[in-house]
């Protein structure tokens, strides 16, 4: 079908469950005009000022909210299993999370940044006192990621809430479920009409067209948990992991194995190259080879099911050829490597791939990874700088060897003996590119959704005049 065709407003879009494609919801497609329609309602809702939510009226919104959330909790999450096939243990803990984070936004509200005080006088100027507030700066629009269905918009529309601000949400195309359903409970919970627009499209000129507007506000990427769609290759080659060569390889493994797989390597910061040194690379790589052939991979919905699908039969086809790619150039295959069903992808692990090949130089998001060994600590950081990301991952026992190679690396976030791929909202550190989320980032991008207001008054009564006006 030609593209253009694709983004018809005529033709719905259809939400398909990633394990086995079956339909769970039929959206009627929006147009950029409709894009624009909401935009403008937005915007006159912004501008005018007898409509603005009282502070009180917000914190009641944002808390209803979070008890409607709560008390919906299984059926939230069993809807990010079905239209992300994130394994349902991950989706409760992504509505958790969502939970808090409407809380946070919430308490946020009544910590308002207002203030006043003696401003100075200028030479033969009385003293004025000056008090500032801060007012809602614009529209946010707000995108949804597939990796985050829930998690992504509640972010940005509950931090939209509390600043004051109306706002405007254009889901993930594969994941707009879990967003509509965000939507829906703040109009139960008593959000005035149009607060919340929701626009269901896969035309990213519509989103184009939003940010361009003097009055939109982005939030950060942070905020949005990464890009919205899966289709291209973004950008890096997926996260380093650097294991010292004094790390327990059984240790060492647990926590590699967190970080490579959660969400079948879907997630931004999932772990896809491990540079392991000589003494313990080949006995890493095997005792991770043998506890991976061992991941329950099936459907989602399942407790027990630990890797489920990819977001479409298209990522997985791509994750395959990575695979084969590196396994054609000289890399040693330790496990999987195998398609199960159109987006069932087995776990891999690949020894040694050369340099040169894909997954070494691409972002897979799929459930691959490559352990790579180093034995000169220049020509690993070389290596793993090659492809420079913004998060990286140092396993070492001793910490002063841990920190040096952290300092060396040029990833602006590095965690020590820990993963990288938390989820959305959940990384416990803050950069300026990163994608990272935690509750004192909330309040800084909800301060910067709002303007600060000066008011100077004069407190001296200015003199009568001499005669009366004519």
């Not at 005529?10 to 939400?15: E, H, R, S, Y």
């Not at 509640?154 to 889901?171: E, F, K, N, W, Y």
């Not at 896969?202 to 899966?230: C, K, M, V, Y």
């Not at 095997?286 to 459907?299: E, F, N, P, W, Y």
């Amino acid at each position: 079908m030609p593209e253009a065709a694709a983004h018809s407003p005529d033709i719905p879009l259809v939400v398909t469950n990633p394990f086995d494609q079956s339909t769970i919801g039929t959206l009627a497609r929006q147009s950029a005009v409709d894009a624009n329609q909401a935009l403008l309602l937005a915007v006159d809702l912004y501008r005018n000022r007898s409509r603005r939510l009282a502070r009180e009226r917000r914190f009641g919104i944002l808390e209803h909210a979070a008890r409607l959330m709560e008390s919906r909790l299984a059926e939230l999450s069993a809807r990010v299993t079905r239209e992300s096939g994130k394994p349902y243990r991950e989706a409760l803990a992504e509505a958790r999370l969502a939970i808090d984070h409407v809380r946070t936004c919430a308490a946020a509200v009544l910590s308002p940044s207002d203030r006043s005080g003696p401003a100075a006088a200028l030479p033969g100027d009385d003293t004025h006192v000056v008090a500032t507030s801060t007012v809602p700066a614009g529209v946010v629009v707000a995108q949804g990621c597939f990796r985050d269905p829930l998690g992504s918009i509640v972010r940005q529309a509950a931090a939209a809430i509390a600043a004051g601000c109306p706002a405007i949400v254009l889901p993930a195309p594969d994941t707009p479920l879990s967003c509509i359903a965000f939507a829906e409970i703040l109009e139960e919970a008593d959000l005035p009409e149009n607060w919340i627009q929701t626009v269901v499209t896969d035309d990213n000129q519509a989103a184009t067209e939003l940010a361009r507007h003097p009055l939109a506000i982005l939030p950060p990427r942070a905020a949005r948990g990464g890009s919205a769609g899966p289709d291209a290759a973004e950008r890096g080659a997926g996260v380093p992991a650097v294991v010292a060569g004094d790390i327990d390889v059984y240790e060492a493994r647990e926590i590699l194995l967190r970080g490579c797989f959660r969400h079948a390597g879907q997630m931004h910061g999932s772990i896809q190259r491990i540079y392991a040194h000589t003494r313990i690379a080949t006995r890493l790589a095997t005792q991770l080879a043998m506890k991976v052939s061992g991941i329950r991979v099936g459907d989602p919905a399942r407790e027990d099911t630990e890797i489920g699908p990819l977001i479409r039969p298209a990522a997985a086809d791509r994750i395959s050829e990575l695979v084969q790619d590196a396994v054609d150039g000289g890399g040693q295959l330790l496990t999987g490597g195998q398609k199960f069903t159109d987006t069932l992808y087995a776990p891999t692990v690949i020894f040694n791939p050369r340099p040169q090949s894909r997954l070494m130089t691409e972002m897979a998001s799929g459930p691959a990874v490559c352990v790579i060994p180093w034995f000169k600590p220049d020509d690993m950081l070389a290596r793993v700088d090659s492809s420079p990301t913004e998060r990286a991952a140092v396993l070492a026992r001793d910490i002063g060897t841990a920190v040096e190679i952290a300092d060396a690396l040029a990833a602006r976030s590095v965690l020590i003996n820990n993963h990288t791929a938390f989820p959305p909202g959940s990384m416990p550190s803050e950069t300026g590119t990163d994608l990272v989320c935690d509750h004192r980032s909330l309040g800084r991008w909800i301060e910067g959704m709002q303007a600060e207001k000066v008011v100077a008054v004069n407190p001296a009564r200015p003199p009568l005049p001499d005669t009366e006006p004519a």
